[in-house]
């Protein structure tokens, strides 16, 4: 009877220990919860996960920091959080270059996204768009493809960094339309826009938020939208599409995406999912995205998923056209 009675209390705290991780489930958060983000202070990528991470804060009834954690293209950061604890206290909070173009990229990357990462929902869309010098003879895509033809070989376009997604598109424009046009990566957005606007270069592709001014003082002109759909801020441009310019690849978009270490609780993921859909959807958020030329999304954690997988063979081929892959 003494045995029975022990085997009884020893499955008893088993059975308690078992039901622990449900528990913590209901009680989520019970601490402070850390948004990692792969970008250094003061970007626009920044300003945004600090307004995100005060509504979420509001909403859960806890705090919500910012750990900015720069470098290596967004991976250093990316893959602290695919080695932390899956409890839900720390989460991504990133732009698209570690999760959508890093494994395309780099043939070491410290984590797989399809096993370390749970989806949770894409924050925000980041259509870009190509734009030339005012001194530029084109008024849209055509004409430019046209010009850059009959000077073939003797065009430069500019990047915001080789391996971006603006090096990346612009080289798929050269090389499917046999241009022969000449790459010239820059170490950020604002030194390759001013150099278009100073006819050192005479294009490329970069963020609405940082070409506005320039294209509202008429020192730059918006040919095309990359992406499905028109700009609120530019209705007058057409996207690539509605110049007859059909690839798969000039329907990309990039943007920032929240995600968590895979294998947290599924109820902790819901939770986290929910309220930040809401967020983002709410007009105090989209009135921060369109300050910064980017489309509200807030899409679901399958959906999230869906765009991942579909993008890969896009990117993929882009890669191998611009030659951006590294060892």
């Given at each position: 009877m003494k045995l029975k009675a022990f085997f009884i209390a020893a499955l008893t705290a088993l059975g308690a220990i078992g039901g622990a991780p449900a528990l913590a489930q209901d009680s989520y958060p019970a601490k402070t919860i850390t948004l990692v983000l792969p970008a250094p202070p003061a970007g626009a990528t920044d300003v945004l996960a600090r307004v995100f991470a005060e509504e979420l804060g509001k909403r859960l009834k806890t705090s919500v920091?910012?750990?900015?954690?720069?470098?290596?293209?967004?991976?250093?950061?990316?893959?602290?959080?695919?080695?932390?604890?899956?409890?839900?206290?720390?989460?991504?909070?990133?732009?698209?270059?570690?999760?959508?173009?890093?494994?395309?990229?780099?043939?070491?990357?410290?984590?797989?996204?399809?096993?370390?990462?749970?989806?949770i929902t894409e924050i925000c869309s980041a259509s870009l768009v190509f734009a030339v010098g005012k001194d530029v003879p084109a008024r849209n895509m055509k004409e430019f493809v046209a010009w850059a033809w009959q000077n073939k070989g003797k065009v430069n376009y500019g990047s915001y960094g080789v391996g971006s997604a603006s090096h990346l598109l612009s080289a798929h424009l050269s090389e499917s339309r046999k241009l022969d046009m000449v790459h010239v990566g820059y170490k950020g957005e604002a030194p390759m826009i001013l150099d278009i606007v100073g006819g050192q270069i005479p294009a490329g592709v970069g963020t609405l938020g940082t070409m506005a001014p320039h294209i509202a003082s008429g020192n730059?002109?918006?040919?095309?939208?990359?992406?499905?759909?028109?700009?609120?801020?530019?209705?007058?441009?057409?996207?690539?599409?509605?110049?007859?310019?059909?690839?798969?690849?000039?329907?990309?978009?990039?943007?920032?995406?929240?995600?968590?270490?895979?294998?947290?609780?599924?109820?902790?993921?819901?939770?986290?999912?929910?309220?930040?859909?809401?967020?983002?959807?709410?007009?105090?958020?989209?009135?921060?995205?369109?300050a910064f030329g980017l489309g509200a999304m807030g899409n679901s954690a399958a959906e999230f998923r869906r765009n991942f997988e579909s993008s890969g063979p896009i990117i993929q081929r882009l890669v191998v056209v611009s030659g951006a892959k590294t060892e």
């Open positions: 920091i910012v750990d900015n954690r720069p470098g290596g293209g967004g991976m250093l950061g990316a893959a602290a959080v695919a080695r932390a604890n899956p409890d839900g206290y720390t989460l991504l909070f990133t732009h698209a270059a570690p999760i959508y173009y890093a494994p395309h990229m780099f043939s070491k990357v410290p984590y797989d996204v399809r096993r370390d990462f749970a989806f730059l002109r918006a040919l095309a939208v990359i992406g499905e759909h028109r700009l609120s801020d530019l209705p007058q441009v057409p996207t690539m599409e509605e110049q007859g310019f059909k690839d798969a690849e000039f329907k990309l978009v990039g943007g920032v995406m929240l995600m968590a270490p895979a294998k947290t609780p599924d109820a902790v993921l819901a939770r986290l999912e929910k309220e930040s859909r809401e967020i983002v959807q709410g007009a105090a958020m989209k009135a921060r995205f369109q």
